[in-house]
């Protein structure tokens, strides 16, 4: 079984490689928070928050389609290379509806998809990035009223670093209770939900732990053109947005909560330059995401079927 779940540890490392530039990013390339600081919180809280709350998420992955060991190692690896492939071509992807699109392209042509939670997760899905930005606005207008009552700089500069060194370990406990399931969920129905979210945290947290660094400068400058203090608000809402949909047993995708909770936060302090390519890439993304990962799967387990019977 080690050996069956390998795929799944890989993608969760890859998981973890990228989504903490969504958490902490910001408050890392702004100085706010050490690096070094910024990846031990993070992997800590990633495996407490899989713990802890990434049972519902992963009972629902396991529940949208019915799963044995074969498909379920197929579907993790038709994510991973979707995933791959993806980035490679520049196409804005989420490992979320990457898993989920995998799943689905086996679980049709098996006839074990459940539609009726393919329809609950769908409608999350559209929920995220709306949701993140009325978050971010709200929250914007609510903490800016008592953070310009902070008299002195040096006293909100203090502030500011406290709160995105606590709100970054919010976050990474909201991205292990939320997007393990994306790792291991699979596999939920076939080993222990435990050991699921046990693997899962795990391999996520390597990821940071081992390969977040580029990715973490590079999203923190280029993905929130905000002062510090809005900064450290999108990434609140984010984070309260992805645990939210935690609680609710449905993964969603950080990058897509992140990019809304940007715009909103982005209003709020006045501005008007909201960026439409960005919210026409996470459309884009919501569509060809799934799409390409269902056909890399189908393509993915014909073949290996095939292959089976011939030898």
Known sequence: MFFAILPAIFFGWALGANDAANVYGTAVTSGLVKFKVAVVSSAIFILIGALLEGSRGLATISSVSTQTVFTAVVSTIAAALSMTLMTFLGIPASSSQAMMGAILGIGILRGTVDWSVLIKVVICWIAT???????????????????????????????????????????????????????????????PLEMAALVGGLSIGLGVMTFSKRVMYTVGKQIVPLEPFSAVIAVLAQAITVWIFALIGVPVSTSQAIVGAVIGAGIARGSRNINYKVVRNIAVGWVQTPIIAGLVSLGLYLLIDSLARII
């Open 129 to 191: 990035p709306i949701g993140a930005a009325f978050g971010g606005f709200a929250l914007y207008r609510i903490g800016a009223f008592f953070f310009r009552r902070i008299n002195t700089i040096q006293a909100q500069d203090i502030t500011l670093k406290v709160g995105a060194l606590f709100i970054g370990a919010y976050g990474s406990y909201a991205l292990g209770a939320n997007n393990v399931a994306n790792v291991t969920g699979p596999f939920a129905g076939i080993i």
